[in-house]
């Protein structure tokens, strides 16, 4: 059970059976400019009902990919990592051009516990569950309150601001630094760190199937951009080393030190796999909740009745954080690639293929959830959405996302009751996380 650095395989051109289901008009999945106005829950809706597993060509000459959308479909790819693989080409629909990719994020985001199968997955998945069971995250859910509270006596007097910067970008960060560790004096370094990661995500996702650049003859102010990148990116990456080599001579009970302590094999991880276990928890660990938050409050504002429901009964919140998750899906795809030919769906798939799962597509199934594009915070099934994966990848932090929308939403509805969304949005050209990067509320403000 070695763990070796994995390689990344861009897929095998396809499809090398006939389509089973016709390639639907007007459905784009790989432009993330289109992710821009939201997810396109009408086209999931179409994709379900006429294309299921649906052939879909790619950009710059990819491969092209098969889209699942339908619930029990992503379910059966999810629970299947020997038929569908992580480790075989990565979880997304692709990498860049290798001449556009930072050498090291790109090794890092390849070796990490999210792309690799079988007992080393497993193996790195057991060193981090004692930093997600009840007993700790009672603990932490009284640390998540108070923060709550804190930011939110920050926004009490301004009565109209951005939600994001505001709240939710730092509640989840916040939470990460105290399940992790990390001293009170490094925190901000990691809104810079996510500021930058999620600014390069933006400009790739702005950038048309047909833009090139020319290296050698950059305008100034995008030379500048990428120095500040590479110098942040850096720096994030020799904290993360220089933390958890120290983690290693001096253990602390916290998530810090199990990654840094892990083993497979009796080895420790090698600094490679440092570096991807470091990149995978400080980006997942914030992204989700983040834009679930902001998401939250939009859907609380298109359904007045249902925040209402909340406001006279708070005990529904452990419910309605569910629902909130199943409608936000604020992870859009998970990749996984075929080991060999198989039938998903009524089609067959060719071994080397790109298979990819819908998430918001399969938590809008119309056969697993009644009216799906309706929040209903008493929903009796909410909590069998698929937003957070299903089977042995499923998210190992989804019980955190829930303790954070539960202690953000149970405050802000006893504290502001009529604070709603004023339709300023700003959704970022992102087809792999729905990620809000700002999102305007107004309340009366606490004098």
């Given at each position: 059970?070695?763990?070796?650095?994995?390689?990344?395989?861009?897929?095998?051109?396809?499809?090398?059976?006939p389509?089973a289901?016709?390639?639907?008009?007007?459905?784009?999945?790989?432009?993330?400019?289109?992710?821009?106005?939201?997810?396109?829950?009408?086209a999931?809706?179409?994709?379900?009902?006429?294309?299921?597993?649906m052939?879909?060509?790619?950009?710059?000459?990819?491969?092209?990919?098969?889209?699942?959308?339908?619930?029990?479909?992503?379910?059966?790819?999810d629970?299947?990592?020997?038929?569908?693989?992580?480790q075989?080409?990565?979880?997304?629909?692709?990498?860049g051009?290798?001449?556009?990719?930072?050498?090291?994020?790109h090794?890092?985001?390849?070796?990490?516990?999210?792309?690799?199968?079988?007992?080393?997955?497993m193996?790195l998945?057991?060193?981090?569950?004692?930093?997600f069971?009840?007993?700790?995250?009672?603990?932490?859910?009284?640390?998540?309150?108070?923060?709550?509270?804190?930011?939110?006596?920050?926004?009490?007097k301004?009565?109209?601001?951005?939600?994001?910067?505001?709240?939710?970008?730092h509640?989840?960060?916040?939470?990460?630094?105290?399940?992790?560790?990390?001293?009170?004096?490094?925190?901000?370094?990691?809104?810079?760190?996510?500021?930058?990661?999620?600014?390069?995500?933006?400009?790739?996702g702005?950038?048309?199937d047909?833009?090139?650049?020319?290296?050698a003859?950059?305008?100034p102010?995008?030379?500048?951009?990428?120095?500040?990148?590479?110098?942040?990116?850096?720096?994030?990456?020799?904290?993360?080393?220089?933390?958890?080599?120290?983690?290693?001579?001096?253990?602390?009970?916290?998530l810090?030190?199990?990654?840094a302590?892990?083993?497979?094999?009796?080895?420790?991880?090698?600094?490679?796999?440092?570096?991807?276990?470091?990149?995978?928890?400080?980006?997942?660990?914030?992204?989700?909740?983040?834009?679930?938050l902001?998401?939250?409050?939009?859907l609380?504002?298109?359904f007045?009745?249902?925040?209402?429901?909340?406001?006279?009964?708070?005990s529904?919140?452990?419910?309605a954080?569910n629902?909130?998750?199943?409608?936000?899906?604020?992870?859009?795809?998970?990749?996984?690639?075929?080991?060999?030919?198989?039938?998903?769906g009524?089609?067959?798939?060719?071994?080397?293929e790109?298979?990819?799962?819908?998430?918001?597509?399969?938590?809008?199934?119309?056969?697993?959830?009644?009216?799906?594009?309706?929040?209903?915070?008493?929903?009796?099934?909410?909590?069998?959405?698929?937003a957070?994966g299903?089977?042995?990848?499923?998210?190992?932090?989804?019980?955190?996302?829930?303790?954070?929308?539960?202690?953000?939403?149970?405050?802000?509805?006893a504290?502001?009751?009529?604070?709603a969304?004023?339709?300023?949005i700003d959704?970022?050209?992102?087809?792999?996380?729905?990620?809000?990067?700002q999102?305007?509320?107004?309340?009366t403000?606490?004098?």
């Amino acid at each position: 059970m070695d763990l070796v650095s994995n390689t990344y395989v861009e897929g095998r051109i396809g499809p090398a059976h006939p389509v089973a289901y016709p390639p639907l008009a007007g459905v784009d999945l790989a432009d993330a400019r289109s992710f821009t106005s939201g997810q396109p829950f009408d086209a999931y809706a179409r994709l379900r009902r006429d294309a299921p597993v649906m052939w879909h060509p790619e950009p710059r000459g990819g491969p092209g990919f098969w889209a699942v959308t339908r619930h029990a479909d992503v379910m059966t790819v999810d629970a299947d990592p020997v038929t569908f693989s992580s480790q075989r080409g990565g979880i997304l629909m692709g990498y860049g051009e290798p001449e556009g990719r930072h050498g090291q994020l790109h090794r890092a985001s390849l070796d990490a516990m999210i792309n690799l199968d079988g007992p080393p997955h497993m193996a790195l998945r057991r060193e981090h569950m004692p930093y997600f069971t009840p007993s700790y995250l009672r603990g932490l859910t009284d640390r998540v309150s108070a923060e709550v509270t804190r930011l939110l006596d920050d926004m009490a007097k301004k009565g109209r601001c951005d939600l994001v910067s505001n709240f939710s970008a730092h509640l989840p960060l916040y939470t990460l630094c105290e399940i992790l560790g990390v001293p009170e004096a490094d925190r901000p370094k990691f809104l810079g760190w996510m500021h930058f990661l999620e600014l390069a995500q933006n400009i790739a996702g702005e950038q048309s199937d047909e833009a090139t650049f020319d290296m050698a003859n950059l305008p100034p102010e995008v030379q500048a951009f990428i120095d500040a990148f590479n110098a942040n990116v850096s720096e994030m990456f020799e904290y993360g080393r220089v933390m958890l080599h120290k983690r290693r001579l001096d253990p602390q009970p916290d998530l810090m030190s199990a990654i840094a302590r892990a083993q497979v094999d009796g080895e420790l991880l090698s600094d490679e796999f440092l570096d991807g276990s470091w990149l995978l928890i400080v980006f997942a660990g914030n992204d989700t909740t983040r834009n679930t938050l902001s998401g939250a409050m939009k859907l609380l504002t298109e359904f007045p009745d249902q925040k209402a429901r909340l406001i006279a009964d708070p005990s529904q919140l452990p419910n309605a954080a569910n629902e909130f998750i199943r409608m936000v899906s604020p992870v859009i795809y998970m990749r996984r690639t075929a080991t060999r030919d198989v039938e998903l769906g009524g089609q067959m798939i060719g071994e080397g293929e790109k298979v990819i799962m819908y998430y918001g597509a399969a938590n809008r199934d119309e056969a697993v959830f009644a009216d799906p594009d309706r929040l209903d915070v008493g929903r009796a099934n909410a909590d069998k959405h698929i937003a957070f994966g299903y089977g042995p990848h499923v998210c190992i932090g989804k019980r955190v996302a829930q303790i954070q929308l539960e202690e953000a939403y149970r405050q802000i509805l006893a504290r502001f009751p009529d604070i709603a969304w004023t339709g300023e949005i700003d959704i970022a050209p992102n087809n792999f996380v729905h990620a809000v990067r700002q999102l305007g509320v107004e309340f009366t403000p606490e004098s």
